[in-house]
Every structure is written in structure tokens, then in C-alpha cells.
């Protein structure tokens, strides 16, 4: 019984392709679809979320999720019941996965232009399609913005290690990833100061080992720049 609360009459509805009407008007809590038993298309079926059932105005189908599933799925309820089951107990069934967009607070949203955290899962029942465009949008815009933080806090902290000492810097990174709530932001910006410090280091060896004529002559790909400007 306790797998009961794994079946959600919304979701399940979006699994088996029930189309959802978004623009019509249904009170708080319930969504309206077309009806997949009697196929009626003016949305009389309604899905009750809060309550977890559904009822179809024109056919008189109705009940809660677990009977939705079955006659969707076109098993009994008891195999419905027995799978819930399952998941709740060993965890055979595969757990749903949170996206990680769906998990940024609303300070790491504002630090990327949105000025409030969207509403997921009233997007999710009115417009699936639309739900799932903001959310890789949402997501492309945090991973940039890491990117970005993680470069100009490797620079700030080359210069507070220089000016201040390295313990200031190592307090300077706690403080950012504390600022910008941005997870193994600290552990980012050494990888990254490494890697700059390596290329650097490798760059001076070269450097070193080529003789005065071969450091005064421009590469290759500069002298073609500049013979482009006499063209």
C-alpha cells in the first residue's frame, strides 16, 4: 500500500501520452486532457494532483492513479500495487531522477538572469514540451556560468595567494563558493590554477630552449597575419 504514493496521476498521464489542455480553464489543483477511454477531445477528463485521481465528465471513468495506470497500461491494479511495491521495498524499480536544473535555489537562478525560480511543476502539467526547452535552457546557462566563475576566481585567487598568502587565498575560495552556491567551485579553481601553472611552466621551458634568433622570429600563423594587412 505504501507504493501507492510513486504513482502520480499527472505524470502518468504524460507517460502514456494522454494529452493535457493547458489553455483551458480548471480549478486549483486540476488539470483537464482529453479523455483516452471514450475519446472525447473538450476536456472533460480532469486530474486532481492534490487528491491523485481522475474523472472523465462525458464517459464517467474515474478513480485514483493506480486505476489510471492499469487501464493505461492495460494490466490489472494488483500488478500495479505489486511493482509500487517493489519500489518501495528493494528499490527494484528504477528510482525517477530529479534533474539538476530542478534543483538550483533561487540565488543560483538570479546569478543567471532569472529573476525567480520557475514554477517546474506547473510548467511540467500545462506545457510538457515547453517545461522540458526551459529546463535544458536553465541548465546550458548554470554550466556556462560555472565556467566562467571558475576563470575569474582562479585569477583572483593567483593574486590574493601573491598579495596575501596562500591560507588568505584558500579563505577568499570558501567565501565565492559560499557566495555563488556553486558545488566543488574550491576543488575547480586548483584544478584549474594548476593547469595554468603547468602550461605556464611548459611555455618557459620552450621558451628557454629556443635560441635568441627563434625568439625573436614570429610564428608562422602571425606573419601571415601581418602580410594580410599589405594585401
Not at 486549483?28 to 471514450?38: I, K, M, V, Y
Not at 509500487?84 to 534533474?99: L, W
Not at 525560480?117 to 556556462?144: A, G, T
Amino acid at each position: 500500500m505504501s507504493g501507492y504514493r510513486y504513482v502520480k496521476v499527472v505524470d502518468t498521464a504524460l507517460e502514456h501520452g494522454v494529452k493535457l489542455k493547458r489553455h483551458m480553464h480548471s480549478p486549483a489543483g486540476e488539470t483537464r486532457a482529453d479523455c483516452p477511454f471514450c475519446g472525447d477531445k473538450n476536456g472533460h477528463l480532469y486530474l486532481n494532483s492534490e487528491k491523485n485521481t481522475f474523472h472523465c465528465f462525458r464517459c464517467g471513468a474515474s478513480g485514483g492513479a493506480v486505476k489510471f495506470k492499469a487501464l493505461l497500461s492495460g494490466t490489472s491494479e494488483a500488478e500495479v500495487i505489486r511493482e509500487c511495491a517493489k519500489y518501495a521495498k528493494g528499490k527494484a524499480v528504477r528510482k525517477d531522477t530529479v534533474h539538476p536544473a530542478l534543483k538550483l535555489t533561487e540565488t543560483q537562478l538570479k546569478q543567471i538572469g532569472f529573476l525567480k525560480k520557475p514554477d517546474w511543476v506547473r510548467l511540467k502539467q500545462e506545457d510538457p514540451e515547453r517545461f522540458l526547452n526551459i529546463r535544458s535552457w536553465v541548465w546550458k546557462e548554470w554550466n556556462e556560468y560555472k565556467k566562467t566563475i571558475a576563470t575569474e576566481t582562479a585569477f583572483w585567487f593567483e593574486i590574493v595567494a601573491l598579495s596575501c598568502g596562500t591560507k588568505e587565498a584558500a579563505k577568499f575560495l570558501v567565501e565565492m563558493e559560499h557566495k555563488t552556491e556553486i558545488p566543488g567551485l574550491f576543488k575547480a579553481v586548483v584544478k584549474k590554477v594548476k593547469e595554468i601553472n603547468e602550461r605556464s611552466k611548459s611555455h618557459e621551458k620552450n621558451h628557454r630552449s629556443q635560441s635568441p634568433l627563434q625568439r625573436r622570429t614570429a610564428p608562422d600563423s602571425v606573419k601571415r597575419e601581418r602580410a594580410a594587412c599589405f594585401m
